[in-house]
């Protein structure tokens, strides 16, 4: 029986894991593996179709690529089954009653009774051989050690190892059939050792690989992470740019909404207007009529008789007048009824439309109190426009063209902004830049800008996180400084353009800047996105309104003729508000454009302020 047991345990291993067959599947070359042995080799082969035979290489077809469909050979199983449930008994006792082991010399390669285990024990000359349990043995928790015996020669230990025929041999057998035929043999604990010492060389490789796997697998993460991070970075962006988008249409709504408004009430004074002028005429009918009815109260004799006849013949007079018709109220209606509205569809419109049907006029034409100083225009948080003066001031006027105030009558102004809480900032000639308060008191803050003679003069604007923009034409480069004041937190150079001035746009950090050669839309790094050409004999001044839709007045100077088109912030055109209008023509070619709060237009030249308005 133990023989059985020994015998069979050992034709039912399996090669590749060297323990008794587990789920044994047989390919088509006839050698039987454990299923999850197969699973591992096929899932380490490129094919997913068919499994190579780790001893003879031949390929057996998977079905459907599932290793647990192969045949399972039952005969295997059977066999397994059957030894794993058979206790192997002592093969050291030599009486007849054999005993059940109790243990097993991985050594003697012998089955141990717990006798013959006590007397295995006390035997020094083999003190230090390996005993293992029974009960792990045949939990599979220790595999078996077993000394190989040549199966033609079962007395002698297979010692050696043919390289040629990669098996192991006795002494026997090596110099019978294997010496003869011109194998190559050597000692089989020298080829283990040389196989130990390959299988090292292999594992350290494994290791290795696994190491620079798994740092790939961290690069991997480390990736993983990095477009993560990115995909949140657009996502953000998008939500910016939606809350951007949201925010202008919104203005964009507000100043339509603030046209159709100031047009209503147009509409409506001239209404009221004739209205008052029908009512004036009725009191007057009322007066003349009362008089005339007075003279039949008594006889009238003389002065009284003739004044009654005058006030008889104005009364006559003035019914004779004809009678007032439809055609004027009528068309103010029609002039309203013209007025539509044009909703643009274009991604690049995001202006939300336009109102059409109607026209721009000036509606005011100021000479400004220094003639041929303005040196800039801004609009003014209070719905005034703010102009500053290079001989000195800033004067503020209304959407009607009245002089409202004149302040820091001292400071010799080249460019004004106004930041979110209510301060302004001033440039003066000489470069600096001081902040005042809402009272135009000066704050003490200190700007570290250069000089005018070192980089040249150029504009000035605020942006919405109340960045301070100052341009330098000569070295065509804009400095940024915050409210706090100090040196330039960044210098944005402005490839070829020199900013003479500039304005900022709500969104994405973009400027709209006007160099005397072209209006370009530059991005937050001084490059430019679109350019808007001069044409010949005309100039353009550029502005940004509050919903971020640019206009931009075409001068042509020797004409003294002036045109206004709008524009996207793209500088997509959107259409024509106000074409050739004249002005009173300056001696120097400098002008300014700007919006006022309420959607007026100003635009100035060195000596006068025309306000255009929706008429």
Partial sequence: MAMFHQISSQNLECPICLTLFVQPKSLTCCHIFCKDCLQQIFQTQSSRKNIACPICRKETPVPSGDVSKLQTNVPVNSLVDEVKTKNPVCTVCETDGKQPAVSYCQDCGKYMCESCEKGHKNWKLVSNHKVVAMSDVLSGKVPLERRRKCKKHPSDDEEYFCTKCREYICSKCGLVRHLQAGHQIEEAAIHEENLKENIKKLQDRAKSKKTTIENHIDFIKTQRDEITNMMRRLSDDIDKTYEEYMKLLSTRKETLKCEVKRLSEK????????????????????????????????????????????????????????????????????????????????????????????????????????????????????????????????????????????????????GIGFLSDGLSVVRDVGNNISLYTPQWEKLDVTFETTGKYERGIGGLTVDTDDNIYMGYMRTKKILVFTKQGGKAVREITCDTYA?????????????????????????????????????????????????????????????????????????????????????????????????????????????????????
């Fill in 267 to 414: 509409f409506e004074k001239e209404l009221q207007t004739m209205k008052e002028e029908s009512r004036q005429t009725v009191s007057h009918v009322n007066a003349m009529e009362e008089l005339v009815t007075n003279g039949m109260k008594v006889p009238l004799e003389k002065d009284a008789l003739f004044a009654h006849d005058t006030l008889c013949g104005n009364l006559k007079s003035f019914l004779e007048r004809e009678d007032p018709d439809e055609k004027s109220p009528k068309g103010v209606a029609e002039r309203a009824q013209r007025i539509s509205f044009r909703r643009y569809v274009k991604v690049n419109e995001l202006c939300l439309g336009e109102l059409e049907g109607y026209t721009w006029d000036v509606k005011a034409d100021v000479e400004l109190p220094c003639i041929g100083s303005m040196t800039c225009a801004i609009r003014a948080p209070d719905g005034k426009m703010a102009m500053g003066s290079c001989e000195g001031g800033i004067h503020l006027y209304s959407p009607d063209g009245e002089l409202q105030q004149t302040v820091l009558k001292d400071v010799s102004v080249w």
């Fill in 499 to 615: 900013p003479h001035e500039f304005f900022s746009l709500n969104t994405r950090g973009k400027l709209i800047l006007n160099d005397l050669s072209a209006v370009v839309c530059l991005d937050g790094l001084g490059k430019k996105e679109n350019v808007l050409k001069k044409k010949e004999g005309v100039l353009a001044y550029p502005a940004v309104c509050r919903d971020d839709s640019v206009i931009v007045a075409w001068v042509k100077y020797s004409e003294g003729l002036v045109s206004i088109d709008r524009y996207t912030r793209d500088l997509q055109h959107l259409c024509t508000l106000i074409t050739d209008f004249k002005i009173v023509k300056p001696q120097l070619d400098w002008y300014y454009l700007q919006e006022f709060e309420n959607g007026e237009i100003a635009f100035c030249t060195q000596d006068r302020l025309y306000i255009i308005d929706a008429m």
